[in-house]
């Protein structure tokens, strides 16, 4: 199946409510969707990580999908986390968020090829890299679904900040 350009509309997830006349769009890894109208963002996360921010008063919300922890000099783009979660809470907040009321979901960081690593595994470390870089900010993480060996398939309202896992 070929890969969907960035913001392409999709199909209603299966296993979340209708979708309430929100836009679907599709999050590529590596990037990101900041929206400030009722969106439902779909992503496959494996030991990638995804940030979902959201603002409960200004209904604004953004998720990022990062691939790696951190940046190297020469790119500093948002597939890497050291990168993504900054630049999502600029972002969120540019497009109205109020920086003291965000709150924050993550998911991912799988170790889906586990059986072929030693050691520290890229899944975790994306994990801690999002769960330092929230504390950090003085975000809350109220919802997390990370770790284990199995991919998901993540859906994330923006308005109202739910968020629905499938396990792959």
Request: glycine share 12%; proline share 7%.
């Amino acid at each position: 199946m070929a890969a969907l350009p960035a913001g392409t509309p999709i199909s209603p997830p299966s296993n979340a409510p209708g979708d309430g006349g929100r836009t679907q769009v599709y999050l590529h890894a590596g990037d990101l969707v900041i929206a400030s109208r009722p969106t439902a963002v779909v992503t496959i996360l494996g030991s990638c990580v995804a940030v979902c921010l959201w603002d409960p008063i200004a209904r604004v919300g953004g998720v990022n999908h990062y691939l790696l922890p951190f940046h190297v000099e020469r790119e500093k783009s948002p597939r890497f986390g050291s990168v993504a979660i900054p630049r999502l809470v600029e972002e969120v907040v540019a497009s109205g968020a109020d920086p003291r009321r965000l709150q924050a979901k993550v998911f991912g960081g799988a170790s889906v090829i586990g059986a072929f690593s030693r050691g520290r595994r890229l899944g975790d470390d994306n994990a801690v890299l999002a769960a330092e870089s929230l504390a950090a900010l003085g975000i809350p993480i109220i919802e997390r679904d990370v770790g284990g060996t199995k991919g998901r398939k993540l859906v994330f309202h923006s308005d109202d900040g739910a968020a629905w896992i499938r396990l792959l």
